[in-house]
């Protein structure tokens, strides 16, 4: 007779791996209704599902997991048979092994057999998270397909495609009675992403509805840890300093690379952490209408810490507390959230408050002017604007910030965008306009000042960086 575990025991030896390796010899026989699904961090993270047939484990791996609905299928590669003691392994299979990486049960039970064929499986499973009727059915060789027949859970919701981030407005802090009905988070100084996770797989967007899955490999780690649970994340990406604090300037190199390579290699020189602050959807259920204290409760309760990524603690009340500890930690400021506010998509509303530290100010490009001695092969200072009513209005110039870095990438920048008139209504003073190169206004920038004055114009700017996640049409005074 024919051993259907020849092909397992060929890829393992039971002296290097805990995994179960029976010696051959009649496989032991059962009733032909027991399954069990693992989580397998190997690789790439996978479900495996086995079901147990004529005394073995009939075996799929599924990259995503289960389908939850009908209208989506999930791959299931079909693998070798398994041993019917390997229905109750967990454990760390050592790296270089078969499979190496750590495996645990995501569930087990009965199920009841509808068809089994050579290429169309159709089972019932009786489990305590997977329930249901599914059909696997092959496609090419050992690729198969996973599809759920019965309708989704009740009130399940697919993963959104896209759900813009809510926006805070700049306005004094609350006091008195007020500060208790607020809950305050540190201002971090980085890029907003929102990242939604499915499947163990990540995907990240920027407030430009832009993907950057690929700009911030480290990431996807956040899949890994979710493992099968649904998400869908609000927070900052950060860098950091040689003084290990939040870095927006450190952050700069890494805000431009669409390259997964390039990225791949920043990432070992720049590693960049995600601060998680909201939560907007879990496992098939929109949390948009939540208060804010549910969604961060709920938040929470994933106990999301790692090396990349983490989720800081919030502060009801006490928002003088709040603001000297940014300060203390040379943050940008503070946000106060309304406990009881709802998240609202693409908003900027007055439930969320920004409180600076210092003040900072997002610019659009309008034109530069030529540098000299040291900085001759660059330019000298930027023409900076904020978009209204009639155009971009002209808001001054900066001149200083730059890093030779930062020169020579905004210099060739801006060569692409050169344009004969200037983009600035009303025009800039004389002084300011003579020599200037003119460009089109499509980069966005953020600089820090000392004050506005009296007729609009930015006091000591000094540059802090592009701003790739903005367009010009973010941009407003604050």
């Known amino acids: 007779m024919n051993d259907p575990l020849t092909s397992y025991r060929a890829k393992r030896d039971r002296r290097r791996t805990p995994e179960p390796v029976p010696p051959p010899g009649p496989v032991p026989r059962g009733n032909n209704d027991t399954f069990v699904i693992q989580e397998h961090h190997a690789t790439s993270l996978h479900w495996d599902l086995r079901l147990e047939r004529d005394g073995v484990l009939v075996s799929w791996a599924i990259p995503r997991g289960l389908p939850p609905d009908p209208k989506r299928n999930s791959l299931a590669v079909h693998t070798e048979d398994h041993p019917l003691e390997y229905a109750t392994f967990s454990g760390e ?69 896209l759900i813009r981030p809510m926006l805070a407005t700049l306005r004094p802090r609350p006091t008195g009675a007020e500060d208790d009905h607020y809950g305050y988070e540190m201002k971090w100084d980085g890029v907003r992403v929102v990242l939604y996770v499915s499947g163990g797989r990540v995907r990240a967007m920027s407030r430009r509805d832009t993907e950057i899955t690929a700009t911030y490999p480290e990431l996807r780690e ?25 870095s927006f300037g450190a952050l700069q190199p890494r ?32 949390t948009l209408d939540l208060p804010y204290t549910e969604r961060r409760r ?118 692409k965008l050169e344009r004969r008139t200037s983009p600035f209504n009303p025009p800039p003073p004389r002084e300011h306009a003579k020599d200037a190169h003119w460009v089109a206004p499509k980069l966005v920038g953020e600089v820090a000042f000392g004050e506005w004055t009296s ?20 941009v407003h005074r604050e």
Do not use: C
């Open 298 to 415: 709920l938040l929470e309760s994933l106990e999301l810490r790692g090396q990349h990524w983490q989720t800081p603690p919030y502060f009801t009340g006490g928002g003088d507390a709040a603001i000297a500890t940014s300060k203390a930690q040379g943050l940008e400021g503070v946000v106060a959230k309304r406990l009881e506010s709802r998240y609202l998509p693409g908003k900027r509303s007055p439930d969320w408050i920004k409180i600076k530290n210092i003040d900072t100010q997002e610019v659009v490009i309008g034109g530069w002017k030529p540098g000299t001695g040291r900085r001759s092969a660059y330019f000298g200072s930027l023409l900076v604007g904020i978009p209204g009513e009639q155009g971009l209005t002209y808001v001054g110039h900066v001149g200083t910030g730059f890093s030779e870095e930062v020169l020579a990438d905004l210099t060739a920048r801006l060569k």
């Open 93 to 161: 299979i050592p790296a270089g092994e078969y499979g190496g990486g750590s495996m645990t049960i995501w569930d087990r039970g009965h199920y009841d057999q509808e068809r089994w064929r050579d290429d169309e499986v159709i089972v019932v499973l009786h489990g305590e998270r997977a329930r249901g009727r599914y059909a696997l059915f092959r496609t090419d060789g050992k690729n198969w397909m996973i599809h759920r027949m019965d309708p989704p859970e009740p009130g399940w919701q697919p993963l959104p495609e």
């Open 255 to 286: 805000m431009h690379v669409t390259d997964s390579a390039a990225a791949r290699r920043l990432a070992r020189q720049i590693p960049v952490s995600y601060f998680i602050f909201d939560l907007l959807h879990l496992d098939g259920h929109s």
């Open 455 to 474: 007729d609009g114009i930015l006091r000591h700017p000094r540059w802090r960086g592009l701003r790739p996640d903005k367009t010009p049409a973010d």
């Open 222 to 246: 956040v899949g890994e840890a979710l493992g099968s649970v649904q998400a869908v994340l609000d927070g900052e990406v950060v860098a950091f300093g040689p003084d290990r604090r939040v």
